[in-house]
């Protein structure tokens, strides 16, 4: 999607309980879900929700963030990726960063990324690999590194999709570089604690890293070219590498844990979905549990959500599909034309954004789904980018 869109904040509903925010993709368990929002309205009358404000920005897929009282969002203009602090209750600028790159803006549009951000740090990973940390308060810079220039990156087609994951006091990325898989950089000053050796020579994806438990010992998951990988958090030691999973064309969806043992996978293309099991400690074996079809559920952008034991997704034929833990599909939903939509979980209800700027609230149950309230709140095309919440107010 090419040219301007539009950011808008907009009144989910009465709030009764201070929510911890959004800080990075797909919230602050990284799941999808915003478990802190309480209160909010489950239908909608006439005028809701409520346009606050909103503000231009570059066209492309980069999605907000949210830190108490401010929004994080990737921009571009003139040749520069600009980082922007808003104030969440106007939506004013409170301070901007912008670099120089050089990559091609034309498929697509120039954003992709969310923001990582926590009380003292902001990073982000630019289309071009430029992965930046600013004070979060400020906008001055901390450090930057080059994903292409210091790990080896191959950049892709659609340039490249990571959106950074902090952890602590670390930020892990995967560079899927010439010898580094993953590096975990200590926020601040950027120096690199550990990696992840790339002893399978594989390359990067448009795919993001998912943290995981696993008896007792915590692992980053990340879908590589050619196989999806557990990496230690300690020391970044592989705890597996499984190539029986691959996305031709575009790897997106990032892992989705469900439970404690098992790891559920979905891609575009053909690709349809596996649900890998994992067992023992050292090593740790990964067997597939069951795999499916794309017809029976293939989401090529969005990352599934696990919803009171539901797994729902974007099939690839553009329905809203919704499978149980054994694989089984319960339901589809293709009244509404929803697309390659964002969607998300706010106090029970199911948040979806179609392509085209429609907003659905949705009751969800394993015998189906209830589209409780509709909205018009933009006009659009390719409305990919995640969707981001806090203390009532949608993003």
Not at 189 to 199: F, I, L, Q, R
Not at 264 to 275: E, H, I, N, P, S
Not at 286 to 313: D, H, Y
């Amino acid at each position: 999607m090419n040219g301007k869109i539009i950011l808008l904040l907009l009144l989910a509903g009465a709030v009764f309980a201070q929510d911890t925010g959004f800080p990075q993709f797909r919230g602050a368990d990284r799941n999808g879900i915003a478990a802190g929002e309480k209160g909010l309205a489950k239908t909608w009358g006439e005028g809701q929700p409520q346009e606050l404000w909103k503000v231009p920005v570059a066209g492309g897929f980069s999605s907000p963030v949210i830190y108490g009282n401010n929004v994080y969002i990737m921009d571009y203009e003139n040749g520069q990726d600009i980082v922007r602090c808003l104030s969440l209750e106007t939506g004013k600028e409170s301070w901007k960063y912008s670099y120089e790159v050089s990559y091609s803006t034309k498929n697509y549009g120039a954003t992709r990324t969310a923001p990582a951000v926590n009380d003292k740090y902001v990073v982000t990973i630019g289309p071009g690999g430029n992965t930046t940390c600013l004070d979060a308060g400020s906008g001055k810079l901390v450090w930057n590194k080059d994903m292409v220039k210091d790990f080896g990156t191959r950049m892709l087609n659609w340039n490249l999709a990571q959106n950074p994951l902090i952890d602590g006091e670390n930020v892990i990325l995967a560079p899927a570089g010439r010898k580094v898989l993953m590096a975990s950089v200590k926020l601040k000053d950027g120096a690199v604690e550990w990696t992840a050796e790339n002893n399978n020579k594989s390359e990067i994806t448009h795919g993001s890293i998912t943290p995981m438990n696993y008896k007792g010992r915590k692992m980053y998951l990340y879908c590589a070219s050619n196989g999806v990988y557990g990496i230690s958090s300690n020391d970044g030691k592989e705890v597996f590498f499984y190539p029986g999973w691959t996305v031709k064309t575009s790897n997106i969806p990032a892992p989705l844990p469900v439970g404690e043992d098992k790891i559920f996978l979905t891609g575009g293309y053909r690709a349809g979905a596996v649900m890998l099991k994992l067992e023992g400690t050292s090593p740790v074996d990964v067997k597939e549990a069951f795999r499916l079809e794309e017809s029976l559920f293939g989401s090529r952008v969005q990352t599934p959500v696990l919803f009171k034991n539901m797994i729902l997704a974007n099939r690839e034929s553009v329905e809203f599909v919704c499978i149980d833990l054994e694989g089984k599909v319960k339901w589809t939903y293709s009244k509404e034309k929803i697309g390659l939509c964002p969607f998300m979980v706010a106090d029970g209800m199911m948040y979806i954004m179609t392509e085209k700027g429609r907003l659905l609230l949705a009751d969800i149950s394993e015998s189906g789904i209830e589209i409780k309230s509709k909205a018009s709140v933009v006009k659009g095309q390719q409305i990919w980018g995640p969707m981001a919440i806090s203390n009532g107010k949608l993003l």
